[in-house]
């Protein structure tokens, strides 16, 4: 069975209506406020049979969206014969109770449909323990309204010397084990953790490493396999990749880096689901450099950009280098919207990641990042180190050999980066720097340079 099929089947569909209540603080031109709920509740396999919208200054205590709106929709269920309503907003575990007494029906918040999502679509091990992770945390203050069994059990006559009493409740053992899951759950992830931390740090002294990071589902994926040829799993679907992927990522001439593909951010992600994919976010926050993919044609994408940005600070990822790739460039519909991003954003990247435009670019400007500064230099190195004497034929732009001012030893003129210069030692024997200077001018003075995460979006773009 395909992996598209096996995540078809993975869920029932359902017929589910859309609830969205609106704040004061929310934009009142927007046209549809709903679109990420939809998408979600599309990728969970729901089929969305109808929308509705409040707009309240104060949410009430109780149902949350009060008791009137409350019946309006369970008469909606009626009529549209619907299975769950799901909300685009975090309840309380006593608000999801009480709805769903007025509702008699399913109800789901979003950080559940969410939980729900990622566990269908987890692969590997690691990503099956962080979901379970997940779920718990969610679920552990909510048993009490979860459950209806919460008579006491484990006493009375029956119950043997040293057990009677009035005895356990049911949501005591429930907690009881929960915590207990949660310990063993948690213990399995810090294995892991120190092995992905081990791996990524060994990785890391060894090559250049790069993340793709972004909102889900603005083809971070189509790129990771465009730029590596990997074929990694693609869907038109939020949250496609969960598990994090890294290949090789050849770079012109004898450079290479590994790309990686790091599973999609999305607006309000639930602080809990970011802790528990700690692991999987490894190699974005150790990378030596990340690639911001944004979905230039969406027509929230200043928004996607601002969620992004302020989960990349929550991870610790504020001051890491950082280019912006605006993707999907041949799908903007008004050259005014590509305008308004090369006006804003001068130093972005233009790209499509389906079609292959501008990656080019892209690669040249990694690669310049990524060599450093370039000098000039005359390295002595051993004549019978053919290892070392390829590694500089290789790596560094040989100007000039000479075999005769030091017996035994071959003085190359070379033009090399800061970061070769930096790798000489673990793979030439006893070399020796015999002189080296700063190189002036640069072969590609147009190539922007990247900019720390925290200042990839300033305050008056967002005016």
């Given at each position: ?76 269920v009626q009529t549209r014969d619907a299975d769950v309503v799901i909300f685009d907003n975090d309840m309380s575990p006593h608000q999801l109770r009480d709805l769903e007494k ?362």
């Amino acid at each position: 069975m395909t992996q598209d099929r096996r995540v078809n089947l993975s869920v029932r569909s359902e017929k589910a209506i859309l609830v969205g209540v609106l704040g004061s603080d929310s934009d009142p031109a927007e046209r549809d406020p709903l679109a990420e709920l939809a998408s979600l509740a599309h990728t969970a396999g729901a089929t969305v049979v109808e929308q509705v919208i409040q707009r309240r200054a104060t949410i009430e205590p109780g149902t949350y969206i009060g008791r009137g709106k409350a019946e309006e929709i369970a008469l909606l269920v009626q009529t549209r014969d619907a299975d769950v309503v799901i909300f685009d907003n975090d309840m309380s575990p006593h608000q999801l109770r009480d709805l769903e007494k007025v509702i008699q029906c399913k109800i789901l918040d979003r950080s559940e449909l969410i939980l729900d999502i990622f566990a269908t679509r987890a692969r590997t091990h690691e990503a099956q323990l962080q979901v379970a992770l997940a779920q718990l945390e969610y679920t552990y203050p909510r048993l009490r309204h979860m459950w209806s069994h919460l008579e006491r059990i484990g006493a009375g006559a029956g119950a043997g010397v040293g057990a009677r009493g009035p005895g356990e409740m049911q949501l005591e053992i429930d907690r009881r084990l929960v915590r207990r899951r949660i310990a063993d759950i948690k213990e399995q992830l810090r294995q892991v953790q120190q092995r992905k931390t081990c791996e990524v740090s060994v990785r890391k002294q060894r090559h250049f490493t790069v993340s793709l990071v972004g909102y889900t589902n603005a083809g971070k994926s189509t790129m990771f396999n465009t730029l590596t040829g990997a074929g990694a799993f693609v869907q038109d679907k939020l949250f496609a990749t969960l598990d994090t992927k890294t290949r090789t990522w050849r770079l012109g001439a004898a450079h290479c880096a590994l790309l990686s593909d790091t599973v999609g951010f999305v607006r309000d992600l639930p602080h809990h689901l970011v802790a528990s994919f700690k692991a999987t976010l490894e190699e974005a926050t150790r990378a030596d450099l990340l690639l911001l993919v944004l979905d230039a044609a969406h027509p929230h994408a200043l928004r996607q950009l601002q969620s992004v940005r302020r989960v990349l600070m929550d991870i610790g990822c504020g001051g890491q280098p950082a280019f912006l790739l605006l993707n999907k460039i041949d799908a903007v519909e008004s050259p005014d919207e590509l305008a308004f991003w090369r006006l804003k954003f001068p130093a972005a990247l233009p790209v499509s990641a389906r079609r292959g435009a501008g990656l080019g670019r892209l690669a040249e400007t990694v690669l310049e990042h990524m060599l450093g500064h370039t000098l000039q230099a005359t390295i002595s190195v051993p004549l019978s180190d053919a290892r070392g004497i390829t590694f500089l034929e290789k790596f560094a732009g040989v100007q000039a050999r000479d075999y005769d001012s030091h017996p035994g030893r071959a003085a190359l003129r070379v033009r090399i980066s800061t970061r070769i210069l930096d790798q000489l030692y673990n793979h030439v024997r006893d070399p020796v720097i015999l002189e080296k200077s700063p190189v002036i001018d640069r072969e590609c003075p147009s190539l922007p340079a990247p900019a720390p995460v925290g200042d990839l979006l300033p305050e008056e773009v967002l005016q």
